[in-house]
């Protein structure tokens, strides 16, 4: 498995922004941490923030830019790094339960 993710994930290069606060980008941060894939994090002071505001998707974080792309929103950034790095699930049942992982998580995180 593990030789598997390191071919699917090679070459990728994936940057996290975010605040230096766990809040929504734990779980994205830990679904990387899981498949052992190699990331760089912005980690914005929020004194920094208004400068930066207005450089993101939504005018909020988490921002993934994976490859060159950018991806904004929590959920979807956790749905899609699950799929790329293979935690995603590899039956319509295990994509069920990989899914409400992230809704639970939300649900604890609210
Ligand atoms: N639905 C968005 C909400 C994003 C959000 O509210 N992020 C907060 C930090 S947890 C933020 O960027 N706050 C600063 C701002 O809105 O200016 C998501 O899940 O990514």
Redesign the pocket.
Known sequence: MSQLLIVICYGSKIKLV??P?R???ELIRLFLAAAETEFEEDVIEFQD?PDR?AD?M?????MLTWDGEEV??????ARFVAKKVGLAGHNDLEQARADAIVEHT?DLYE
């Open positions: 975010y605040f606060l809040g929504r980008a923030w505001k993101m939504f005018e909020s974080l988490p904004g929103q929590s959920l979807t950034i939300m």
